[in-house]
Every structure is written in structure tokens, then in C-alpha cells.
């Protein structure tokens, strides 16, 4: 099924603790995004890759770094977890046509 | 600073009337616009858009409306269903150093009751 695939669904972590959420594409989409949403803030862009190689910082980065070492795979991980990122994550991905984006189904991290 | 603004946070109608969420921004610079739907526990999904060389575009019960001048949007949903409730989110893309990214607003949850 084409489409987005993110892991894990949930997970609860001790703060201080490293943290990989994965996010692979089988669209061959070339631009990918991570976002965060929460209550009353909506999305937020923590990071973002235009391309396989290329990353780029978004609204909320610190505290997240990314890798695009190919084109389908977009890790997001925290170096060490503090409580105000506890949140639901969504990866998405965007064709060179078109404007819209695909989302994920999401990772709900608690961070305790 | 906010560049999408969506500034009722919830939204109730009845089945069968018609529902308006609306959206501001900020940047003349956005140049297409579009609309998410998110059900709970799932990622958003696209719903509908409009290029800013166009001021409405419909598909089915949704309309999204735009008005350039005063940098506002809509989406009306004729009728509203009760599959209808979840939280809509507006979005704008355009320039932003050198690449498109999507600028979400905070997104409007709506309740369509039967």
C-alpha cells in the first residue's frame, strides 16, 4: 500500500533517554517533513528535507535532529528526551507535483 | 508570529446546515491554499484547495472561497454530517527561502450533531 509508514504507533520514554521515531515512504517523494501537533498549537515543523542528502530546520528544532541518507527512509531523533516533548509526531512526504503533503498516521511519544 | 490563523478553535452546527471554518494569513507571498480533515489517532488528510489565481473551488459539499485582498479563506460544507466532525486545519504554501513548505494554522475542531 502506498503511503507512509511510521513507528513505533506509541511509546513512552524516561526523559534523558534516545529516541529514533521512523518514517519510511514508498512514493519516491523527494521532499519530507516532521511535525509535531499539540493542543491548541496545531502543527508545528520541527524539521524538514527537500531531497536524499539535504535537511533543513523548521519552527521547532531544538531538542531533534534528522538524516535523509535515501530517499525513502526520514528518522527524527531525540538525543535525550525532556517532558515538553511529549506530543504526537507526524512524518509526511510531497511529490514534485502538487502542493499537498501525505501524512503518516502518527507517533504519540510521552515522555516521562 | 503567526502566519495562518484560524482563530475559532471549535465549531458545533447541526447535520444538515452548513458549517464555515475560517482562516487568515498574514503573508502576501502564499500563492495556494489548502485544506486538511483529522479524524483522532490518524495523520490529516487532504481535503480540498485553491490557487490564488481563483477565488472559489468546489468539490462536492465542500467550497473553499478566497478573498486576496483580505487575506482570508473559507471552507463551507453543505450539508454537514455527523462524518464531518474532526479538526480542520488550514494550510498556505509559497516561497519561504528558496523552498514550499506547507504553513499550518492551529487547526478548527468541528461537531456536526445529528
Known amino acids: 500500500i502506498a503511503g507512509i509508514t511510521q513507528a513505533p504507533t506509541s511509546q513512552i520514554l524516561a526523559a534523558g533517554r534516545r529516541m529514533t521515531l521512523r518514517c519510511t515512504q514508498d512514493?519516491?517523494?523527494?521532499?519530507m517533513y516532521w511535525y509535531r501537533q499539540d493542543l491548541g498549537l496545531g502543527l508545528r515543523l520541527i524539521h524538514y528535507?527537500?531531497?536524499?542528502?539535504?535537511?533543513g530546520k523548521g519552527e521547532v528544532p531544538d531538542g531533534y535532529s534528522v538524516s535523509r541518507a535515501n530517499t525513502d527512509d526520514f528518522p527524527l531523533t531525540l538525543a535525550s528526551a525532556v517532558p515538553s516533548q511529549t506530543s504526537v509526531y507526524f512524518c509526511?512526504?510531497?511529490?514534485?507535483?502538487?502542493?499537498?503533503?501525505?501524512f503518516g498516521s502518527g507517533t504519540r511519544l510521552t515522555v516521562v | 508570529d503567526q502566519q495562518v490563523k484560524q482563530n475559532s478553535p471549535s465549531l458545533s452546527v447541526q447535520e444538515g446546515r452548513i458549517s464555515i471554518l475560517n482562516c487568515d494569513y498574514t503573508?502576501?507571498?502564499?500563492?495556494?491554499f489548502l485544506w486538511y480533515k483529522k479524524y483522532p489517532a490518524e495523520g490529516p488528510t487532504f481535503l480540498i484547495s485553491?490557487?490564488?489565481?481563483?477565488d472559489k473551488n468546489e468539490d462536492g459539499r465542500f467550497t473553499v472561497f478566497l478573498n486576496k485582498s483580505a487575506k482570508h479563506l473559507s471552507l463551507h460544507i453543505v450539508p454537514s454530517q455527523p462524518g464531518d466532525s474532526a479538526v480542520y486545519f488550514c494550510?498556505?504554501?509559497?516561497?519561504?527561502?528558496?523552498?514550499?513548505?506547507?504553513?499550518f494554522g492551529k487547526g478548527t475542531k468541528l461537531t456536526v450533531n445529528p
Open positions: 485553491i490557487s490564488s489565481i481563483k
Open positions: 494550510a498556505a504554501s509559497g516561497p519561504q527561502g528558496g523552498s514550499e513548505k506547507l504553513v
Open positions: 509526511a512526504s510531497r511529490g514534485d507535483k502538487g502542493f499537498g503533503y501525505t
Open positions: 512514493m519516491r517523494h523527494n521532499a
Open positions: 528535507s527537500n531531497t536524499a542528502g539535504t535537511t
Open positions: 503573508n502576501s507571498m502564499f500563492d495556494y
